[in-house]
């Protein structure tokens, strides 16, 4: 339940043209990479937060050939754990009653951020979570969810991509906790696993800076040149 604004403050990562890929039209994660891919010219380099890292692992899956590196953030690797499948089927319930405005506030934004973000640094971004989450509603919530419901375990993925890999954590994320991360990386010996401090799950919203230099050092790095970078 993000949109573009989730990446206000991180800025140009690179020299090469940022895309924006909305992945909120389809109830399946599997339709929504290949909406993605048909949307955009390759080669690219997707960059995933939380449910967009999953998109770019399956855009990896589906057009190898295309993607020449990944950046995954705040995310799992893993089919959707039998306690959330549960837990989203209540929760779509509750939308589709007209209480999305409840689940946002009261069930989601509770467990974004990490306790180092207080003062109106936190405020603005609670505030700013809960308008991305309201101004999408409730049709884009109940796609979301069962997209994220349905979706397929892809750690597979990681272990047979031949690229290179970034994987970024924020250390205090509770939804997707940095150990998740290292082990996803641990999976692939071209991955690369860095933990950003004094961040939860949001970390292009709570630590924006450390988040574009760790990507752009990332890439210069490795001195890849696609032709875009796809953010999701």
Request: charged share 20%.
């Amino acid at each position: 339940m993000c949109d573009q604004r989730l990446w206000r403050d991180v800025g140009k990562i690179s020299p090469y043209p940022n895309t924006y890929a909305s992945i909120t039209q389809f109830d399946c994660t599997e339709v929504l990479a290949q909406d993605v891919l048909a949307r955009v010219a390759g080669p690219i380099i997707p960059m995933g937060f939380s449910m967009g890292a999953i998109v770019a692992l399956l855009m990896a899956k589906k057009a190898p050939e295309r993607v020449k590196g990944l950046v995954l953030s705040s995310t799992n690797c893993t089919a959707d754990l039998p306690e959330r499948a549960v837990a989203r089927l209540s929760q779509q319930a509750q939308v589709r009653d007209g209480q999305l405005s409840a689940i946002v506030r009261d069930e989601l934004k509770p467990h974004y951020l990490s306790p180092a973000t207080q003062g109106e640094k936190r405020q603005d971004i609670l505030d700013l979570t809960f308008k991305m989450g309201m101004d999408l509603g409730p049709d884009v919530f109940l796609r979301q969810s069962e997209a994220l419901r349905t979706r397929p375990a892809l750690c597979g993925v990681i272990s047979d991509f031949k690229g290179h890999m970034l994987v970024l954590a924020g250390a205090d994320d509770t939804l997707c906790p940095p150990a998740w991360h290292v082990a996803m990386a641990a999976r692939n010996p071209r991955a690369n696993y860095v933990e950003i401090q004094n961040a939860g799950h949001l970390v292009p919203l709570e630590q924006p800076s450390a988040f574009r230099r760790t990507i752009s050092d990332w890439l210069t790095n490795l001195k890849i040149t696609p032709k875009q970078e796809i953010e999701a």
